[in-house]
């Protein structure tokens, strides 16, 4: 037994020992119990970020205030300014609407090929001692 997995299980620490779950968006079914799967801790942690970057304003219904900017930032022209600018939309995007996650780096570098960015995020979830990246790929659509 790893020496982390041990000091979780006599841990009289005050920390918080919740788990974290949310719906599996796939919609897999779970062959137990019929019902859709949960998907929990990290995974479901890493799901929001993801979800957070690509969710834009007044998309999520009696929340509009919830989203970012960044598919009108993809427009602009690739410039200097422009990956900062998606760097901290994204850092405050997740500093304000994903309290699970304290973020460590965002690094996004342009993609001048394919009029896109490259955006790495890592994070720590609370209660979990790993270091999480999340990569995507912010490209427009028209």
């Known amino acids: 037994m790893a020496s982390y997995d041990a000091g979780t299980l006599t841990n009289k620490s005050k920390r918080n020992g ?78 304000n609407y994903e309290p699970r996650a304290r973020l460590v780096q965002i690094s996004t570098m342009p993609q001048f090929d394919r009029n896109a960015y490259a955006a790495t995020i890592s994070f720590y979830v609370q209660n979990s001692p790993d270091r999480i990246v999340v990569e995507s790929f912010l490209e427009r659509l028209r």
């Open 18 to 95: 919740q788990i974290y779950s949310d719906l599996n968006l796939d919609f897999q079914q779970n062959s137990a119990t019929k019902d859709i799967q949960k998907i929990t801790d990290v995974e479901s942690v890493k799901r929001s970020v993801r979800n957070l970057i690509f969710l834009n304003h007044y998309e999520k219904p009696f929340h509009p205030e919830i989203g970012s900017n960044l598919r009108a930032m993809l427009f602009e022209n690739i410039t200097p300014q422009m990956n900062h600018a998606i760097s901290k939309e994204i850092d405050l995007l997740i500093r």
